[in-house]
């Protein structure tokens, strides 16, 4: 076989095959997901599709140490979200240091390119597919632009992931069927970042997906599983029950169940092996939902919504944002109420405004100049409050998050889930709320240490 002596124009080197690594960052708080980072496996089959004979390290830096001067690559990518995103700075600049060329991409490099910029020989903004390729042809010549545009595409072309190349204590991956949503929630980031246009990948693509690279459980990581085309949705439950038994959840909003055709919807979801969907309740002031712009994904009667799911034997997660400027303490307990009143499980998530949202340009006025992107995590509260301080909010919401996730109220839940879920639906809530609950224990002894330490 005949080398490649393509000219890098970079040190003045002569590469046999070009070395790309790609980081998925940090997470700064306790307890994680034990999923594959599905930007590990996606990216590395982009950089297979545009460089086919390139050699790709892949690292989850939860799992592995990799010191940056045992990282041997010729191009190092790292995306990031804001929450990883000071971590992501941090390897970045040691990277660079040692001469290492360094590509950051995510959506906080894209809410703000310029900062990233600071720390990165490159900066991707917006979806990787229609400049990936030309990026790593660039970095082949020595000759990296500052910034890559990326465009978005029809999602027809894309190749599988790299299932199975990224070692851990993994437990199940997430594969994402859509990209895009029309709702204008102004604290989500996902509108911003990719449109507010809905683009579907074909079914049967999915379908192979999950097939191929999925074991017994999977996440699907749309941000709405049946918004937007309630018949797309339908058909690809209906394709995903022909094929090996598999079990799934995700994110769905609660205007699609009640729906005309919502039931079709459910049993096809149920029949698919979905056993639990997270949803935004959000708030529940009618008042709040207005100031957040999120009535649309609510649909007429969202608890009717709830009902309907759960009647189908699908466990039913609920998101409420807590500690928002217009909040008092009372809606903490309100949401501990709503668990018990609806029979579901609630995750309580404090106000974040994320760059690049509307809520970010609001609330710019009003973040804590000592709280870094770090504590931008949905657990620290980061701007100030009419009535209530930093310490009083953090406080209510661990208080809240351990009430939720009670022994008692954990085992109650599971009478609360209809039988035509069992035993699946039954089981895997437990799997999914005893280690919420071991990881909240540890956050909260942490935050408690902090706090002292910080006083």
């Excluded at 390897?91 to 720390?119: N, S």
């Excluded at 006025?365 to 980061?382: I, K, M, S």
């Excluded at 071991?438 to 909260?444: F, Q, S």
Aim: glycine share 8%; with cysteine; hydrophobic share 40%.
């Amino acid at each position: 076989m005949p080398l490649d002596t393509r000219f890098c124009g970079y040190d003045n080197l002569y590469l046999l095959q070009m070395k790309v690594a790609v980081i998925s960052p940090r997470f700064p708080f306790s307890g994680r997901v034990p999923m594959v980072p599905p930007i590990l496996e996606y990216l590395g089959a982009l950089t297979l599709k545009a460089q086919p004979d390139a050699e790709i390290e892949l690292i989850d830096a939860n799992v592995s140490e990799s010191r940056p001067e045992d990282i041997d690559a010729d191009i190092i990518g790292i995306s990031s979200m804001t929450a990883t995103v000071t971590w992501a700075y941090s390897l970045a600049d040691e990277l660079r240091a040692l001469g290492k060329r360094v590509v950051l991409g995510g959506i906080h490099p894209t809410a703000l390119p310029e900062e990233a910029k600071k720390h990165a020989d490159a900066v991707v903004v917006g979806e990787a597919e229609s400049v990936w390729g030309k990026l790593l042809k660039d970095a082949l010549r020595g000759q990296l632009e500052p910034f890559y545009y990326g465009e978005r595409l029809c999602l027809d072309d894309l190749p599988l992931p790299l299932a199975g190349r990224v070692k851990g204590p993994y437990k199940f991956r997430a594969v994402f069927t859509a990209r895009g949503c029309p709702y204008k929630c102004s604290f989500c980031s996902v509108r911003k970042f990719f449109g507010d246009t809905i683009r579907y990948r074909p079914v049967r693509n999915v379908v192979e997906e999950v097939e191929k690279c999925t074991g017994k459980i999977y996440f699907n990581g749309d941000d709405n599983i049946w918004g937007g085309d309630v018949q797309r949705a339908i058909e690809l439950f209906t394709e995903l029950s022909k094929g090996t038994p598999k079990y799934w959840y995700g994110f769905g909003d609660l205007r699609a169940p009640q729906s005309p055709a919502g039931d079709r919807l459910l049993a096809a979801a149920q029949a698919s092996g979905l056993f639990s969907v997270w949803a935004g309740w959000e708030t529940s002031s009618g008042e709040g939902l207005k100031i957040y712009h999120a009535s649309a994904k609510q649909g007429r009667d969202r608890e009717d919504a709830v009902r309907r799911i759960k009647d189908h034997g699908i466990d039913v997660t609920l998101f409420v944002v807590l500690g928002g400027r217009t909040d008092a303490a009372g809606d903490f307990e309100r949401a501990v109420a709503l668990a018990g009143r609806l029979g579901v499980s609630i995750h309580p998530v404090l106000l974040t405004p994320l760059p690049g949202t509307e809520l970010y340009d609001e609330y710019k006025p009003y973040l804590l100049p000592d709280r870094g992107w770090e504590f931008f995590t949905g657990v620290n509260a980061v701007f100030e409050h009419p009535t209530m301080s930093s310490i009083e909010r953090e406080k209510m919401y661990y208080e809240t998050s351990l009430k939720l996730l009670g022994s008692g109220r954990i085992m109650n839940h599971l009478c609360e889930i209809s039988w035509k879920g069992f035993p699946m639906t039954h089981l895997m809530s437990l799997m999914m709320q005893l280690p919420m609950k071991r990881a909240m224990h540890k956050a909260y002894a942490e935050w408690k240490s902090y706090m002292r330490s910080a006083l």
